[in-house]
């Protein structure tokens, strides 16, 4: 009884302290970079690394049949509409034999080759075949929406040996891309300048190279159609292998017109005619290319004394300037935020480094640095490709002579090994095996059907998803069934355009989805091909319309949702939302179009810019090479 009386005394005589407590302290007022506006962001420093850059060989001697060709090459990307008919026309040059005996083969991107990317802004990709050393630059200069389809003016630049680009030699523009006519084989040329080669039959049709998706006919009238398998997307080339068009599945166009006057080519005009949009690209005078589209937006190409693209100017008047060495190959690289990469080559234009410039001295250059090495003779033999990356850890590519990498080794000599039929990988295996051959590795196997369509993947548990029943519909590939790992199974069914009508799910969980479609004469607005509705597996419906651009104008989901609508611009951006609860959002966009990322001079990610204009800070990206696989 007394101890509780005093518990009790205790709790009444702590009351007091509860009731008035003690001021809480002041916390100290932040100033970071992400609370205090203005407040610069420091980069921290990054470092070089102990991999040096080696330095660049002279380009060996070209064998009289590669000059001869070169020369050729030359000649067509100067000539005009008067001399498209090739080497027919010219038959009595050495340039026109050379043409039509040899071709340049392992440049643009082969599709079983290996790539190692590193993004240098955002219009320019760097990457390095890892099989035959080939550099390649791919740049976006322009990007519009069409209807269904991009309308883009791109350039590829490649180390090794490729059909001259008509701007400057080694930047190939994806639209000029070509059929050379043969006696025997048509080897086009196509968007990054890899020479896609296709055997003459004796009843007039051409068979597809191994590794490719891609079908060649000759039309009635002498043109030629070229069929993408994946899409269904034609190139149309006349008679003379120049293309004329871009056709897709939904029978939307970019026209393709040549400007030439006499014996001059002086650029082409892209429209993309349902839409109405276009790119005018245009020699201005022998030192000026200028890219103009229907907004009057104007990019401008540089060249220097020798030919070569010295600058290109972007529509928001920021200029990327290129460096070339003594034989003409890229040797440095300023983007417009004052990112610097160098490059170095051996004498058979394989790249040898690529440095990223973050500290520039009366000395020389300082940054990371990735080295390649080469065991095989030329780009075409087998051999091995080493790479070294800044910290020297060395990552070893096993190829064959057509380039298909078949084993990487890593710096810790773990393999990981691949196996090919007609350039498709049938296994790949783990680097969970032991010893140099990896034996005892996780196996996945693939199965491909005749036309390179993936049938099959089977897990190393032996869990197996296919693909079946596939159709050509409009010139594309599709399936008429997916079963999962995990034995889902979905049928499809398409429109004679190849676009889905029906997904039909089996199981518990199953239902059909069903979409409709505008017909060569719409009911939705826009244009053919383009969505009209959307029912869901429980019978809700989306339906959509179109403005007469093609841009999507109206979105009306399921009660009790609201009415969507939307306006765009005269490059087919969205300017305004207005939600089904009547709240209007509006974009607007300062500068160049597309540009959603800044970068400081290291390439780290500084901002990103919002589409209502508010600009969010980011931490730093390290530096980074991406890989793509075939």
């Known amino acids: 009884m007394t101890a509780a009386i005093t518990a009790v005394s205790l709790v009444v005589a702590g009351a007091p302290a509860f009731a008035a407590p003690m001021p809480a302290p002041e916390l100290p007022q932040a100033t970071t970079p992400w609370t205090t506006p203005g407040k610069p962001i420091a980069s921290p420093p990054i470092p070089s690394g102990t991999t040096k850059a080696p330095v660049s060989e002279a380009e060996a001697e070209p064998s009289p049949q590669l000059a001869a060709w070169r020369a050729a090459q030359k000649a067509r990307a100067e000539a005009g509409r008067t001399a498209e008919a090739g080497p027919a026309m010219r038959s009595g040059s050495t340039a026109a034999a050379a043409e039509t005996t040899y071709v340049s083969e392992g440049q643009g991107q082969v599709p079983w080759h290996e790539l190692s990317d590193t993004r240098l802004d955002d219009a320019l990709v760097a990457r390095v075949n890892l099989s035959n050393g080939n550099l390649m630059l791919a740049a976006t200069d322009f990007g519009i929406a069409g209807v269904r389809q991009k309308l883009e003016l791109t350039r590829t630049y490649n180390s090794l040996d490729a059909p001259w680009g008509k701007v400057s030699q080694r930047w190939w523009q994806g639209y000029e891309r070509y059929a050379q006519i043969l006696d025997a084989e048509v080897v086009v040329y196509d968007a990054t300048g890899d020479a ?42 006349n008679a003379h292998g120049t293309l004329t068009k871009v056709t897709d599945k939904n029978n939307g166009t970019i026209a393709v017109d040549q400007h030439d006057e006499g014996a001059e080519h002086k650029g082409f005009k892209l429209t993309e005619t349902r839409s109405g949009r276009w790119i005018d690209l245009v020699k201005t005078d022998a030192s000026q290319w200028q890219a103009k589209d229907h907004t009057g937006r104007t990019a401008v190409f540089d060249l220097n004394a020798a ?87 060395r990552t070893v590519h096993t190829h064959n002579a057509d380039g298909e990498i078949t084993k990487v080794t890593d710096p810790l000599g773990h393999p990981r090994s691949r196996t090919y039929k007609n350039h498709l990988v049938q296994t790949a295996t783990d680097a969970m095996g032991t010893g140099t051959d990896g034996t005892g590795g996780n196996v996945t196997t693939y199965g491909w059907d005749a036309r390179n369509n993936p049938s099959s993947a089977q897990l190393p548990t032996g869990a197996t998803a296919a693909l079946t029943g596939y159709r050509t519909i409009a010139g594309g590939d599709l399936p008429g069934s997916y079963t999962s790992a995990d034995g889902q199974k979905e049928d499809y069914t398409y429109d004679t355009n190849g676009n889905t009508e029906t997904v039909t799910t089996t199981g518990t969980d199953g239902g059909q989805r069903t979409y409709t479609y505008n017909k060569a004469i719409p009911t939705c607005g826009g244009f053919e091909g383009q969505r009209c509705t959307a029912k869901d597996a429980n019978g809700k419906v989306t339906s959509f319309i179109y403005d007469t651009k093609g841009n999507l104008s109206k979105v009306t989901p399921p009660a009790p949702l609201g009415v969507v609508t939307y306006t765009h611009d005269a490059l087919g951006r969205v300017e305004t939302v207005t939600d089904g609860r009547g709240i209007k959002s509006v974009y607007t966009r300062p500068g160049q179009a597309g540009l959603l990322h800044q970068h400081d001079r290291h390439l780290h990610l500084r901002r990103r810019r919002q589409p209502h204009l508010a600009y969010r800070r980011l931490r730093h990206h390290h530096l980074d090479f991406r890989r793509t696989q075939p």
């Open 196 to 237: 896609v080669r296709f055997t003459k039959n004796a009843d007039g049709t051409f068979t597809t190279p191994t590794g490719y998706s891609k079908d060649l006919k000759k039309n009635a009238d002498g043109t030629y159609a070229l069929t993408d398998r994946k899409s269904g997307s034609k190139d149309t080339y």
């Open 307 to 393: 030919g070569d693209l010295a600058k290109f100017t972007d529509t928001a008047g920021k200029a990327t300037v290129y460096a070339y060495d003594s034989s003409r190959r890229l040797a440095k690289v300023t983007t417009p935020e004052d990112t610097i990469t160098l490059f170095t080559y051996d004498a058979q234009n394989r790249v040898r480094s690529v440095q990223r410039v973050t500290e520039s001295t009366s000395s020389g250059h300082n940054g990371p640095t990735w080295r390649y090495d080469y065991s095989g003779a030329t780009p075409s033999a087998a051999g091995t490709t080493t790479v070294t990356d800044p910290d020297g850890d």
